[in-house]
């Protein structure tokens, strides 16, 4: 049986041959003879009639691929893509403020992907970092701080020092006919960071200057949306630009200064508490309260917290 079957595949491609043949004979014959129908009536006796009729054949039609019947849906062949799923991405923006940022994205669908990120910042003042050190330079160039009270500022950068970590997590959504994470993108995503400054801070009195070194620690959360665009600009180099996004969210701290503040006078105190409470003052509203005694100062912090993002990242795709 195996052999047969083997006979007949075969043997196909000759039949349909010599079916191709037979239709062209019987045209030319119609063509010629004006003949309506190719048809053969031939009787042999009366007692035994044989009748033998010779009528088109059916069509044949012949399709490479499996048929779709009607009311089948043909399968989404772009579906089917193979495509890379994971990508560990690297923002080299956040490079210029002395922030170390990976993230990793994986696709949970074929337009949609989760990711998660960390941020890292040693202990650095902020004269040392790239970008506001560069700015510095340029603004001192300028003349910017030939006013003694913008050289304080500059002067106070370098007594200030700064560290943080991040933990992002992002949902997004892509646009465009290629599957994967390639495209103009829209995302939500919920942010917390942990941030600690150590400021060599020096209050001026009356008649004493007290030097205060302060520490302050904040916890924020919250939640944003961003806009960008992905592509794929190698076989497995990932192009990231986060245009635009925002975030807002609550944000607590504390601060503390150690200094013996008993020579204090109390009006000097309360010019003291006013001027810390007055860095935590926005719109109308002050979100910092501190408090003097004679070991120094404290303060707490419980208000809005907000913050934007943009740049661009690197990555690699697997």
Known sequence: MKRIFTLLLLSLPCFVSYAQSVTEVVQVIN???????????TTVSAENPVSTTIAEAPSVVITAGPQVSEGMV?????????????????????LLFNNYNITYERAIRRKMTLSVGYRFMPKSAL???????????IADEAGAFDDSEDFNIKEDMSKMFMSNNAFTGELRFYTGKKVGARGFYV?????????????????????????????IQTK????GVMLGAQWLIAKRVTFDWNIVGGHFGKMTGT??????LRDMPMAERRDLEEEIESL????????????????????????????????????VAF
């Open 31 to 41: 063509d010629s003879s004006n003949i309506a129908a190719a048809s053969i009536d």
């Open 74 to 94: 043909k399968p989404d062949i772009a579906a089917n893509e193979l495509y890379k799923k994971n990508i560990i991405k690297l923002n080299v923006t956040s």
């Open 127 to 137: 004269n040392d970092v790239p970008l506001l050190k560069k700015g510095i330079e």
């Open 187 to 215: 995302s939500l995503y919920g942010r917390y960071t942990d941030m600690r400054f150590d400021y060599d801070y020096e209050y001026e009195g009356e008649t004493q200057t007290y030097a205060m070194p302060i520490s």
């Open 220 to 223: 924020g959360y919250g939640g």
């Open 255 to 260: 601060a503390n200064g150690t200094s013996d």
């Open 280 to 315: 935590g003052e926005v719109g109308n509203k002050r979100y910092l309260e501190a408090t003097v005694t004679d070991n120094g100062v404290n303060a707490k912090a419980n208000g809005p917290f907000a913050g934007l993002r943009a740049g661009f990242t690197l990555g």
